[in-house]
């Protein structure tokens, strides 16, 4: 028989478990990663998320699935989110997509909400020849601020945008959103640029 300290040991052990599982998958469900791998909250459907360096990149909708209420986009790590920019059916803000070849047989599609002269980008690429799967940049008139490539995630990769969200074609003319919160439009984000050769790097 267990003695009276082994059997305590054992219970903490367990209570340290349940402690841990709390705190990396709160509010898990099969919509709804790890913390871990998104700055989504419980509530919230993972639309795109990505690993940069020690930080993450999300976007995240609320609401009912394929009509989302509220749209997120949130930057910075788990425990201090740096840059947050929210869409919603009542604030009149919108988040805008497109889709553009990059290089021969490569297709990149973006998502992207502006602040004053300053527009945040995050877009995945699709094809053969991509320079890198993908990536947020931080664009100001023609000046590249940030240019990141996203890390690859070891367990769950969401790189990529759901389709829940929205459908991209090889263009603007053939991308459909799902919801008003995102709205298409035929946009230059010097995607050749950000995804040339030697674009892959921060700047």
């Not at 267990?2 to 349940?18: D, G, H, T």
Request: proline share 4%; net charge positive.
């Amino acid at each position: 028989m267990l003695s009276r300290l082994e059997r305590s040991l054992n219970i903490w052990a367990a209570l340290r478990c349940l402690a841990l599982l709390a705190w990396v998958a709160p509010g898990f469900t099969k919509d709804t990663p790890p913390a871990a791998v998104s700055l989504c909250q419980a509530d919230e459907a993972v639309r795109f998320s990505c690993p940069i360096g020690r930080k993450l990149v999300s976007l995240c909708a609320a609401g009912k699935p394929g009509a989302p209420e509220v749209l997120s986009y949130r930057y910075g790590a788990v425990r201090h989110v740096e840059k947050t920019f929210v869409a919603s059916t009542d604030n009149g803000r919108r988040f805008y997509g497109t889709a553009s070849p990059a290089r021969p047989g490569a297709s990149v599609s973006q998502v992207w909400f502006d602040q004053g002269e300053t527009r945040y980008l995050i877009s995945a690429c699709t094809g053969g020849s991509c320079a890198f799967r993908a990536g947020l940049a931080v664009l100001q008139g023609d000046r590249i601020l940030m240019n990141a490539r996203c890390d690859r995630a070891e367990d769950v990769d969401l790189a990529w945008f759901s389709s829940d969200l929205v459908r991209f074609g090889s263009g603007a003319a053939d991308s459909k959103s799902a919801t008003s919160l995102l709205q298409i439009e035929d946009a230059d984000n010097d995607i050749v640029r950000l995804y040339g050769v030697g674009s892959a790097n921060a700047r």
